[in-house]
């Protein structure tokens, strides 16, 4: 092997020349304690390249005929080896370097008095130090002296963190091999500017520094601590065979597998190798395991990097880590693996999105392979392949909570053949308490390309020629769908792919384009895959359904199906801006989290929005455990300000608490209808809905936009369903074209049903003829409270003093608010009716109803009270007239299906009028129908005052979620 001078090697490296001749021998390394290690440690990237096997053994000071040791089965030990995988996240600072070195020590230590462990620790770069690394190649073609910046940040960062960690002693012989290495990568970086490009070999070689730099830390502070460790280069040990055209990084979160397969019988002999030579130099064959100096060797393994079998340096490209800790666990034939993160183990959506995931106690190989390559960013999707034929667990654990046990993987799934066997297939839900998924994951970035009209070459010959085009451009195809008619074709591809996956379909079909015997083929991006995996999914019917209907219902559009012939997955292509909420709507409908509604109040500080979120408060605890519901307030609005929850996770404060956050949070902002629409628009969560306390014609013009972006709207308020009749049909057009809820029971009775009972009639094939009632509860009252002792203006004060009366008082006493409870009735029974064209007797004269009063709400109060008695001794005469005749004074509507007639007016009614009885907070509303000809059904009970105007709301809000809820399945 010859030998090239520094420069001349770096230029080779450089431009790609990564020939075996380009490098030179790297024998395998004694202990690092040693001056002979210091000495041979060979930190160029030029110098990764490793001896042969058979000149391995002498490499490393052991002597000639020594019988060897089984790695697999440490001297002395009654334990397997355990490995441990430690990401970027989990080495971000100094301290938590410590935390890793203390639970390795721990974890060597063994469990339940079995003795120590033989550990290996499998270490990523630093948290950002690969993206730093990338950076400096990216840069160093525009700017060099950026790129040369932004090494010395990454080495100088690396070596203060080291110097926290360890003694002089232990770090100045490292720090020296990172200086090293800077100079190196350097040479590496400014050679590139000789041939204007970056191999993306390079890029591998460059980014691979940051794993050696982590593992050598981590080795110095495992040395401070007095045990026995030492550190692995994995490309001296690890050496793989990539596909063609896998060179590179691969994208980062990429769900391709990168196509690297380890060369087993060779990395198996190295590792033996290192285990007879620096293993045996480290002492670590003569350890006791037994007895009261019992120890076990802690061994620190570079993850992401290895060698080819050319000799090139390479990586197991983005995340491969894991694929390093469980590579490493089949040599050394470990008991077990562990992955450390910083979650409770692998959970059933990303938490990130759907923050009621949870972590999933088991999964079989297969299962946690389909949910890796669909993007769950917990595994590495090939970390599974070499575990699964020696069978070897691995644990998913947070190294936050090492107490948690976390998810553990092992066992495989049934085949398709012993599936079957079983028998018939059963519904998922006749099952209780089975669910038939594990989990719910997403791949981002994703394109679609598609092959349309190819029906005349020949179905079998598209297929074929599209996947082969596809191929030669080393394009990852995630999903295939194929028309029946197979003349068209539809791949899902990575977004960065694309382009080229179009550029190669032009290419393949371009005498056919230019007959024009193709339609034509066309590439989509900005979306998303979201995919549901459970081996529970074989043989259970609905699973599909449940999961197409939960998407529907979320107003999620779904542009291609796919399911996988394991019948473990079922995948759905969807714009990239639905993906958290098609993975909230699939996560709530299998009843992995509960049914939570996002809601806005509008008027959160009036009387009814008040109470009603003191209720939301007062019962959250008990809708989340009884009926698994559970009410976000999301956004809180009084008439001039605002407040919005962060990630759809609900407001910080409840009840009360969120009126003092718009009178005086510092979140609070400028109340703005349209900025609450786009929020509620882009709200991730499947089930969003308003609630308007209001009685403000602004916010009744959003109802429209609301309904049409896929928002519930629950309406107290009646500008709308009593409003223009235009307007109306508009809002309930709208409903009906995005198959979302317009509640405004509340509107009319409050918490009483009086509206579900007039729908459940006519649904039921009934005719209403015709409907009469009190729906006034200050009227009510006062009418009720008149006597010779409180004149009409003292009841109706004590009306307003309880909380029965409209905030717009004068709309009681005029009859507008019963006249547009009239029209609410009316349209229901199909009179197209507004409200000029309801008879009203306005009980106050027309001075005051042109009268203008002040805004003050309290002036204003003040201001009619007083005004009204002059009503005072006209209302007293008719209750004496009243009282005379036998009769009592009621504010009585009338609404005559047959004439289209309705009116509401003061009356004087018998004692065989349903309201001559009505109490004073009482509403009443008596149904004449065909089936209730003899005797007229009531709908009679107490409807005056806030908290049972909040509790008609509330009920709106619950037969809401409900039904979403039941729409699923």
Request: aromatic residues 6%; hydrophobic residues 40%; charged residues 25%.
């Amino acid at each position: 092997m010859r030998l090239l001078a520094p420069t001349l090697a770096l230029a080779a490296l450089a431009a790609g020349g990564f020939g075996v001749e380009a490098f030179t021998a790297a024998p395998l390394r004694a202990s690092s304690s040693s001056p002979a290690f210091a000495a041979r440690h060979l930190t160029s990237t030029m110098k990764a390249t490793v001896a042969p096997p058979e000149d391995a053994l002498n490499a490393g000071g052991a002597p000639e005929n020594v019988n060897e040791e089984c790695i697999r089965s440490p001297r002395g030990s009654a334990n397997d080896w355990e490995v441990h995988k430690f990401g970027g996240a989990s080495l971000a600072t100094a301290e938590l370097y410590r935390t890793v070195g203390d639970l390795l020590i721990r974890e060597a230590a063994g469990r339940n008095d079995a003795g120590p462990i033989p550990t290996m620790a499998v270490v990523s770069a630093r948290g950002g130090m690969t993206d730093l690394l990338v950076k400096v190649v990216d840069t160093a073609l525009q700017n060099f002296d950026e790129a040369t910046s932004a090494l010395t940040d990454a080495v100088e960062s690396q070596i203060a963190l080291l110097k926290e960690l360890a003694p002089p002693e232990i770090t100045d012989v490292i720090e020296e091999r990172f200086r090293q290495d800077e100079r190196d990568i350097l040479s590496v970086v400014q050679s590139l500017r000789m041939i204007n490009t970056v191999p993306a070999v390079t890029m591998e070689v460059v980014t691979g520094f940051g794993e050696i730099w982590s593992a050598q830390t981590l080795h110095a502070y495992l040395q401070t601590r007095g045990v026995p460790c030492e550190w692995i280069d994995a490309r001296e040990i690890l050496i793989v065979k990539s596909d063609a055209g896998n060179a590179g990084l691969g994208e980062k979160g990429s769900a391709a597998t990168g196509g690297v397969v380890p060369l087993y019988a060779e990395t198996a002999t190295r590792m033996a190798n290192w285990w007879n030579t620096v293993g045996r130099d480290n002492g670590f064959l003569d350890l006791e395991y037994d007895g009261p100096d019992a120890k076990s060797p802690i061994v620190v393994v570079t993850g992401f990097v290895a060698t080819s079998a050319d000799g090139v340096p390479t990586t197991l490209k983005r995340s491969g880590s894991d694929y390093s800790a469980t590579v490493f666990a089949k040599l050394t034939g470990a008991g077990r693996v562990t992955m450390w993160k910083n979650t409770d183990g692998v959970y059933t959506a990303d938490p990130r999105r759907v923050p009621e995931a949870f972590s999933i106690a088991s999964l079989k190989y297969d299962e946690a392979i389909e949910l890796a390559y669909f993007g769950a960013q917990v595994l590495h999707p090939s970390a599974m392949v070499p575990c699964i034929d020696d069978e070897i667990p691995v644990y998913v654990r947070n190294i936050f909570n090492p107490a948690f046990e976390g998810t553990v993987i092992r066992g495989r799934s049934p085949t398709l053949e012993e599936v079957n066997a079983k028998g018939k297939a059963k519904n998922w839900r006749s099952k209780r308490g089975e669910i038939p998924i594990k989990g719910i994951t997403s791949v981002d970035k994703i394109s679609l390309v598609t092959l349309e009209g190819a029906s005349v070459i020949g179905g079998a010959n598209v297929a074929e020629r599209f996947m082969g085009a596809l191929a030669d451009a080393g394009v990852n195809v995630l999903i295939i769908t194929q028309a029946s008619s197979e003349s068209s074709i539809t791949v899902a591809v990575p977004e960065n792919e694309g382009e080229r996956a179009l550029a190669a379909i032009n290419d393949g079909f371009e005498l056919e384009f230019a007959r024009s015997t193709i339609n034509s083929v066309s590439c989509n991006g900005g979306m998303s895959i979201v995919a549901i995996v459970g081996e529970g999914m074989a043989m259970n019917s609905g699973v599909s359904a449940t999961f197409m209907s939960s998407l529907a219902r979320a107003n999620v559009n779904i542009r291609l199906i796919a399911q996988g012939s394991s019948e473990r997955q079922v995948a759905v292509v969807v714009d990239g801006n639905d993906t958290s909420r098609a993975l909230r709507a699939a996560h709530m409908a299998f009843t992995l989290s509960e049914t939570a509604a996002s809601v806005a109040v509008l008027g959160a500080t009036g009387q009814i929005g008040s109470s009603l979120l003191s209720q939301l408060s007062d019962q959250k605890e008990n809708l989340a455990k009884e009926i698994g519901v559970e009410m976000r307030v999301n956004i809180a609005a009084s008439s001039s300000s605002m407040v919005m929850g962060k990630d759809g996770c609900g407001l910080d404060a409840e009840g009360d608490a969120i009126g003092a956050l718009l009178d005086d949070g510092d979140d609070s902002l400028e109340f703005d209808l349209d900025h609450l629409t786009e929020t509620m628009a882009a709200d991730v969560n499947p089930l969003r809905v308003v609630i308007d306390c209001t009685n403000s014609e602004a916010a009744a013009d959003y109802y429209e936009r609301w309904l049409a972006s896929g928002v519930h709207v629950i309406s107290p308020s009646r500008k709308v369903a009593a409003g223009p009749f235009e307007r109306y049909q508009r809002v309930e057009e709208a409903q009906r074209d995005s198959q979302v809820n317009w509640q405004f029971e509340s509107s009319v009775g409050s918490a009483l049903p009086i509206l579900t009972t007039l729908r459940d009639l006519m649904e039921t094939g009934d005719h209403v003829k015709a409907i009469r009632g009190s729906v006034s509860g200050s009227l009510a009252y006062a009418l009720s409270n008149l006597s010779e002792d409180t004149p009409f203006s003292e009841a109706f004060r004590q009306a307003v003093d309880k909380n029965y009366a409209e905030t717009a008082l004068l709309e009681d006493l005029t009859g507008l608010d019963v006249a547009r409870k009239v029209v609410i009735l009316a349209r229901q029974v199909g009179l197209n009716v507004n409200i000029e064209d309801v008879e009203v007797e306005s009980l106050v004269p027309d001075s005051l109803k042109g009268k203008e009063y002040s805004s003050d709400w309290n002036v204003m109060k003040d201001e009619l009270l007083e005004d009204i008695k002059v009503l005072d001794a006209d209302m007293a005469e008719r209750a004496r007239a009243a009282e005379s005749d036998g009769t009592r004074l009621r504010y009585k509507f009338t609404i005559d299906k047959e004439t289209g007639r309705c009116q509401c007016k003061l009356e004087a009614v018998g004692n065989t009028d349903p309201l001559y009885r009505l109490k004073s907070n009482e509403n009443l509303v008596a149904f004449e129908t065909e089936r209730y000809s003899t005797s007229p059904l009531i709908v009679k009970g107490a409807a005056a005052g806030p908290d049972l105007a909040a509790a008609g709301i509330f009920a709106d809000l619950l037969r809401l979620t409900r039904t979403y809820s039941a729409l699923q399945t």
